[in-house]
């Protein structure tokens, strides 16, 4: 087998726990430039621009990935990306479409890339390659393995998470570990941060491990406590429906686990409405009841354990606005022709 090389000594900017087993040589001290060849799995946004970084470090032989679906007229990330950069693009549909591609042999890669797919792949796509099919997985496996791990721990309300990087075997997520590294979770962190932090992350060991699994320095290990395993799962729309029973911190998480789909929903003072952004307070109100400070232009909930305070929301066919904003434009308390001082309760209830 030809020695491929690390191409890049950046540094990591995330946090520095990173784990794997029998690395006999560091990474970024491996000297040859040439570049590995790679076919690309991947359909979603995140694969997008995934994607784009890898292209810059090593050689795209094919990218795999979903067909564009009729209904769809915006552009399909990774369809627009492949197209940009004339990569070869085959699409499927099933499982069985991946087999039915791999049939007729078109590949020479060693090894292919797998994120955000969307599609599980058999036993004879992973025997495939030679080296098997690596998955960045955004989590530290075997914490949140399935469809969605970034969502599951912001909800969890975990301090931390990463990504692995998993050789792909037969069951869900329970493949062989080449390295994962932690990342901090911030306080105020939405699905669409963190993603954009673990995409960073991930191109980076890429970047240093992926050569250094090639030519045998890194041995995948296996998956730590396997009995410990998590599970996410795809979301529905209907989790997207404020429960004001539940504690205030649960829906705060919530909020932005949920800001990009299927969001946070819920009729407030007659309107539907979905909430952007806020955050839990220990004063107690009943739950689903609403409270309006008008000096501080606050709009509070009560929920099953704490309060909500609404930062930011978006009426139905409008633009997100901050809670002063749906106050000023909304709120009229019976017998006040005027903003007034002081707190007023609503008969309201969600």
């Not at 479409?97 to 058999?122: R, Y």
């Not at 050569?211 to 529905?236: C, D, F, M, W």
């Amino acid at each position: 087998m030809k020695k491929l090389s690390i191409l890049s000594n950046k540094k990591s900017t995330a946090s520095p726990e990173t784990s794997n087993s029998e690395i006999n040589v560091k990474p970024n001290l491996l000297n040859n430039k040439e570049k590995i060849s790679i076919v690309f799995i991947g359909s979603g946004p995140v694969a997008s621009r995934s994607l784009e970084l890898l292209s810059k470090n090593f050689l795209i032989e094919a990218v795999v990935t979903k067909p564009q679906p009729l209904h769809h007229k915006a552009p399909f990330p990774v369809l627009e990306i492949a197209k940009q950069m004339n990569f070869p693009i085959h699409t499927v549909s099933s499982k069985a479409e991946i087999s039915q591609l791999l049939a007729t042999k078109p590949f020479k890669s060693m090894l292919a890339v797998l994120i955000d797919f969307g599609i599980l792949v058999g036993l004879d796509a992973i025997n495939y390659f030679p080296l098997g099919i690596v998955n960045s997985h955004f989590s530290l496996l075997p914490e949140w393995r399935g469809a969605d791990p970034i969502t599951f721990s912001i909800l969890s309300g975990q301090k931390k998470t990463g990504v692995s990087l998993m050789v792909l075997d037969a069951g869900l997520d329970s493949g062989k570990i080449i390295v994962q590294k932690s990342l901090q979770i911030k306080s105020n962190a939405n699905s669409t941060s963190l993603t954009n932090e673990l995409v960073d992350l991930s191109d980076q060991l890429l970047r240093e491990y992926l050569p250094a699994y090639s030519i045998g320095s890194v041995k995948p290990r296996n998956q730590p406590h396997p009995e410990r395993a998590t599970y996410s799962r795809k979301l529905t729309k209907s989790d997207g429906i404020i429960d004001w029973q539940k504690p205030a911190i649960q829906i705060e998480r919530e909020i932005r686990a949920y800001i990009n789909w299927p969001k946070s929903h819920t009729r407030l003072l007659e309107k539907d409405v979905i909430i952007t952004k806020a955050r839990a307070i220990e004063k107690l109100h009943l739950p689903g009841d609403i409270k309006v400070t008008w000096d501080k232009n606050y709009l509070v909930i009560g929920c099953g354990n704490g309060s909500l305070l609404v930062e930011a929301l978006q009426p139905s066919g409008k633009k997100q606005m901050s809670a002063e904003a749906f106050i000023r434009g909304n709120i009229r308390h019976p017998g006040i022709s005027s903003l007034g001082q002081g707190d007023i309760d609503f008969p309201y209830t969600i």
